[in-house]
């Protein structure tokens, strides 16, 4: 089974910062897909990022990009110019190639940008 | 266009009553999700439906807890004699087709039994 460790249950960042969230993950496949998702106090789960384990090139979304090292099993992502908006639980999460349904999901880290 | 709509937001009940928990997905999304969210973990697999069938149903902690969707659509979760240990946030997802496409989530129902 798979398993997804976000080692920081709590983060911090000033207002305009760069932060970086860490997540680490252990499977056998090859074929997989990560994500990671943010989930405000509306409690609404929102994708930020998606990263498929094939493609060698980190994904970027505006000011969130990742950093996959599949040989470490290492999925960071890191935020540019934080906003106060960004204030939320951020789950990192993965996907099977083979089940391409369930998502295994971290136990999530807390960041709270700062004014 | 709209998104997926759960229902209650909140519900508090007392132990060993049924509960019901609904769902709305996304229109035209086959696939429907339900993961629960306890306090402090991430979130918990419960159940997957693609149409109307549950080719997944691996997740759900005991027999008290049974899912349905009808008309590939609307999905209840109900969870019957509920115990303390059931109070959590459930979530529930739609994608369109299941395989590989983004889930949009709900924002979810917290049941608190009491």
């Known amino acids: 089974a798979q398993t997804v460790t976000q080692s920081q249950p709590e983060m911090s960042v000033q207002e305009a910062e760069t932060v970086t969230l860490s997540c680490t993950y252990d499977?056998?496949?090859?074929?997989?897909?990560l994500f990671w998702y943010k989930q405000p106090p509306s409690r609404q789960m929102i994708l930020v990022i998606r990263?498929?384990?094939?493609?060698?090139q980190n994904a970027t979304e505006n000011r969130f990009s990742v950093n996959f090292q599949k040989a470490a099993k290492s999925f960071s992502l890191k935020i540019s110019d934080s906003q106060l908006g960004d204030t939320a639980m951020y789950f990192c999460?993965?996907?099977?190639?083979?089940?391409?349904?369930?998502?295994?999901f971290g136990k999530g880290t807390l960041l709270t940008v700062n004014p | 266009g709209a998104g997926v709509s759960q229902s209650p937001s909140n519900k508090v009940t007392e132990k060993g009553k049924d509960v019901e928990l609904r769902c709305d997905p996304i229109?035209?999304?086959?696939?429907l999700y339900w993961y629960r969210q306890s306090l402090g973990q991430g979130l918990e697999f419960l159940i997957y439906?693609?149409?109307?069938?549950?080719?997944?149903k691996s997740g759900l902690p005991s027999d008290r807890f049974s899912a349905e969707r009808t008309g590939g659509s609307v999905s209840t979760l109900t969870i019957q004699r509920t115990q303390q240990e059931d109070s959590a946030v459930y979530l529930c997802?739609?994608?369109?087709?299941?395989?590989?496409?983004?889930?949009?989530f709900g924002n979810g129902t917290r049941l608190t039994v009491t």
């Open positions: 999460a993965f996907l099977s190639g083979g089940s391409n349904y369930k998502l295994t």
């Open positions: 499977t056998s496949e090859s074929n997989y897909y």
């Open positions: 997802a739609s994608s369109l087709d299941g395989a590989n496409s983004p889930l949009h």
């Open positions: 229109s035209g999304h086959t696939a």
């Open positions: 439906f693609q149409g109307n069938s549950a080719p997944d």
């Open positions: 990263q498929e384990a094939y493609k060698q």
